[in-house]
């Protein structure tokens, strides 16, 4: 059986963010993958499918630790199946073995965004820390995001 | 007296006065597409922003005209007869004291029609609590088609505390116009 190998290089992972999508970015340095901006976009499927794939990949070279962070400002209601099923491969990660930590950010007084976040606890097995930003850092933080 | 006519016959001034007393922000008649809707969202986000709603308030108003939308342009039926193209839809929002109403319309076959207003009614009737088991359910099932899951439906029945009226106007025998009427209070 042919296996596929990875090189720690061809894990980095940029997708810039547009008006409908969200800067995904993976660093090996810091093990950390992002998700910054907003998920609206109409074809949700094509969209994360590279994500996916990539995903695939990451599995292959059985990482140590991964972060994963959400910092979300509108999600539509197809891409919330779409991160749901993104965390569920991530869970399998964990259960190989990876040390996972899941944190979802959301702008203080977005009740919802909040209530998404503890929507996924009851979604998926691994602990998220929901995490309360001020208007401010929220802002800063998705701004940054545009510039990739 | 067409359509048309009775558009020709309209004082552009009744129509901006009617718009103001309605305090309507957007109106879009036509077809949606994939560039138009972002461009729509970031007006009306945009506009909302310079006002001092509750940022909850504001954040939903958009959220439901994304669903809205993509609702929409998942959902638009060809019209061969109709001047403005395939798939006419309408899409209002206004703020009135209370808070903002979303409004939208559009074409649906009459074998759908069924479905759709079943599916509403179900949900007419739940609590806040039982909307957000049943959206966490669906979500847990997987249920999904290629067009949405109806969890655009829970979503926007969430985000205006089940504020959210339908209406089925049968056209003809294959047509009915489908309309929603979502509040969201301040």
């Known amino acids: 059986m042919k296996t596929e190998t990875v090189e720690h290089n061809e ?46 990949k990451l599995a292959l070279t059985k990482p140590r630790r991964l972060k994963v962070e959400l910092l979300l400002d509108y999600v539509n209601s197809n891409s919330t199946k779409a991160i749901l099923d993104i ?3 991530i869970e399998k990660l964990k259960e190989a073995g990876t040390i996972t930590e899941l944190v979802w950010y959301y702008e203080e007084d977005d009740e919802d965004m909040m209530e998404f976040g503890n929507d996924l606890l009851y979604l998926i097995k691994t602990p998220v820390k929901i995490i309360s930003l001020s208007e401010t850092s929220f802002d800063e933080r998705t701004d940054a995001s545009k510039l990739f | 007296m067409t359509v048309m006519d009775s558009f020709c016959n309209t004082d552009p001034y009744t129509i901006m006065t009617c718009v103001q007393r309605q305090r309507l922000l957007f109106s879009f008649s036509g077809n949606p597409s994939s560039d138009l809707n972002a461009s729509i969202i970031d007006h009306i986000e945009k506009q909302l922003r310079t006002t001092e709603d509750p940022l909850r308030v504001q954040k939903r108003v958009v959220n439901i005209v994304i669903e809205a939308l993509q609702n929409m342009y998942h959902h638009q039926h060809p019209l061969e007869d109709c001047f403005t193209g395939d798939g006419s839809t309408i899409l209002m929002v206004g703020r009135t004291s209370g808070g903002y109403i979303v409004t939208t319309g559009n074409y649906v076959d009459n074998d759908s029609e069924l479905s759709l207003d079943q599916r509403l009614r179900e949900l007419e009737i739940l609590s806040d609590i039982e909307l957000r088991e049943r959206h966490v359910a669906a979500l847990k099932s997987g249920l999904r088609t290629k067009k949405g899951a109806g969890l655009g439906l829970i979503e926007m029945a969430r985000r205006s505390n089940n504020n959210i009226q339908h209406k089925l106007t049968k056209i003809s025998n294959k047509l009915s116009f489908f309309s929603l009427h979502i509040e969201i209070k301040f």
């Open chain 1, 87 to 89: 965390l569920k491969t």
């Open chain 1, 11 to 56: 894990l980095e992972l940029i997708i810039k963010s547009t008006a409908q999508t969200p800067l995904i970015k993976y660093s090996v340095e810091n093990s950390k993958l992002e998700f910054i901006g907003r998920s609206i976009p109409e074809d949700v499927a094509g969209f994360y499918e590279p994500v996916m794939r990539w995903l695939k």
